[in-house]
């Protein structure tokens, strides 16, 4: 059993910034025995899209609409990754989702709700 738990989300102007994080628990709960974790988005009326992953080797790869903006990281002592997104838009808006993955299996989070509005 994994669980993955987002934290940081919330209601943020154009322009302003949030950070994101990701903690695991369960039997498998080192983000080291993770192939790839990263950060997925669902806007309302459209498809979860991914927007940063970052590998064991902390290989980055980002979704062309945030690359600049936002930043993926992982703390192995702490088990946690974070997302920090700067310069947010409102196209930004959506439910942001944990996924870590060990070969073909994924995992997801609850996901966590950021709103960017004026």
């Known amino acids: 059993q994994v669980q993955l738990v987002e934290s940081g989300g919330g209601l943020v102007h154009p322009g302003g910034s949030l950070r994101l994080s990701c903690a695991t628990s369960?039997?498998?709960?080192?983000?080291?025995?993770?192939?790839?974790m990263g950060w997925y988005r669902q806007a309302p009326g459209k498809e979860r899209e991914m927007v940063a992953t970052?590998?064991?080797?902390?290989?980055?790869n980002y979704a062309a609409s945030v690359k600049g903006r936002f930043t993926i990281s992982r703390d192995n002592a702490k088990n946690t990754i974070g997302l920090q997104m700067n310069s947010l838009e409102p196209e930004d808006t959506g439910v942001y989702y944990c996924n870590a993955r060990i070969l073909i299996e994924a995992y997801w989070g609850q996901g966590t709700q950021v709103t960017v509005s004026s």
């Open positions: 970052i590998t064991r080797g902390q290989t980055t």
């Open positions: 369960g039997s498998i709960f080192s983000i080291n025995s993770f192939d790839t």
